[in-house]
T-cell receptor, first 109, second 112 residues
Framework: GEDVEQSLFLSVREGDSSVINCTYT??????LYWYKQEPGAGLQLLTY?????DMKQDQRLTVLLNKKDKHLSLRIADTQTGDSAIYFC?????????FGQGTELSVKP | NAGVTQTPKFQVLKTGQSMTLQCAQD?????MYWYRQDPGMGLRLIYY???????DKGEVPNGYNVSRLNKREFSLRLESAAPSQTSVYFC???????????FGQGTRLTVV
């Protein structure tokens, strides 16, 4: 089955770029997703990328997809304290949506 | 729009008690999911329902049952709660597995 892996923690300074990485095992997913979870809340879709794209840019967010290595990354430019949250990558597989462990991003002033 | 509504928001159970977590969505979505979230484990799928009238096991179904009552509602039942079921539970819905999933606010369950 699909397995999605992320590192658990990332700490950056305000104004720096943040890069959150994700690896997956099944390359048949049509889309790959990034969700954001703020403290005490449910998850919300942040951005997504089609599997036939290598890169997608949306304001401060850049998603890179390396299909050969089955590697997905989310870059947040000019990271702000309001970006502190848990970020999950997710992949559809077998009628289900499979999530990684989540990366907790801490932004220090 | 309300989106996905879960009840209750908090619950404390004694070991062996039973309870049902309720979830309703008002977006006419076909697919609904129950996840549990534990520190360092991410979101793990308990059960899902790809359409009204169907349910399937996810990664961690033991100790749980579900009912897709109609297209709007998908409930999760703990028949005999155990401390290992202490977790935050999330219900989600999507039109299909390849479209955006919308999440409820979560139920924080403690089993003592």
């Amino acid at each position: 089955g699909e397995d999605v892996e992320q590192s658990l923690f990332l700490s950056v300074r305000e104004g720096d770029s943040s890069v959150i990485n994700c690896t997956y095992t099944d390359s048949s997913s049509t889309y790959l997703y990034w969700y954001k979870q703020e403290p005490g809340a449910g998850l919300q879709l942040l951005t997504y990328i089609f599997s036939n794209m290598d890169m997608k840019q949306d304001q401060r967010l850049t998603v890179l997809l390396n299909k050969k290595d089955k590697h997905l990354s989310l870059r947040i430019a000019d990271t702000q304290t309001g970006d502190s949250a848990i970020y999950f990558c997710a992949a559809p597989w077998g009628g289900k949506l499979i999530f990684g462990q989540g990366t907790e991003l801490s932004v220090k002033p | 729009n309300a989106g996905v509504t879960q009840t209750p928001k908090f619950q404390v159970l004694k070991t062996g008690q039973s309870m049902t977590l309720q979830c309703a969505q008002d977006m006419n979505h076909n697919s609904m999911y129950w996840y549990r979230q534990d520190p360092g484990m991410g979101l793990r799928l308990i059960y899902y329902s790809a359409s009204e009238g169907t349910t399937d096991k996810g990664e961690v179904p033991n100790g749980y049952n579900v009912s897709r009552l109609n297209k709007r509602e998908f409930s999760l039942r703990l028949e005999s709660a155990a401390p290992s079921q202490t977790s935050v539970y999330f219900c989600a819905s999507s039109d299909t597995v390849n479209t955006e999933a919308f999440f409820g606010q979560g139920t924080r369950l403690t089993v003592v």
